[in-house]
């Protein structure tokens, strides 16, 4: 990164004549090196509780404490989930 707007400033220049500059190679990774956890529904789970809490706001005083604690459920669901290595080996 050398500006502000490296993008734009790597694809047409600073406005001042100063020419594009060329692209970087890209550095090879090997994409079994790369490790990604597993797939998990709590993110979803957990968005809806907070929109279950913010729409009792509308309704009740009591959705709203069904929905904080709801969402504070989740957010420790979320948090202390447990990731299984995958079956097929490490990533």
Do not use: N
Not at 29 to 39: F, L, R, T
Not at 41 to 63: D, H, K, R
């Amino acid at each position: 990164m050398h500006d502000r707007d490296d993008f734009w400033i790597a694809k047409y220049g600073d406005g001042h004549g100063t020419p594009p500059r060329k692209a970087a190679p890209a550095a090879h990774v090997d994409p079994k090196s790369i490790h990604m956890p597993p797939p998990s529904y709590w993110p979803l789970l957990l968005a809806a509780a907070i929109a279950f809490t913010i729409s009792g706001l509308l309704i009740s005083m009591y959705q709203v404490i069904l929905g904080g604690l709801l969402t504070l459920y989740c957010m420790v669901r979320f948090m202390l989930e447990y990731h299984r290595p995958a079956a097929g080996g490490h990533h």
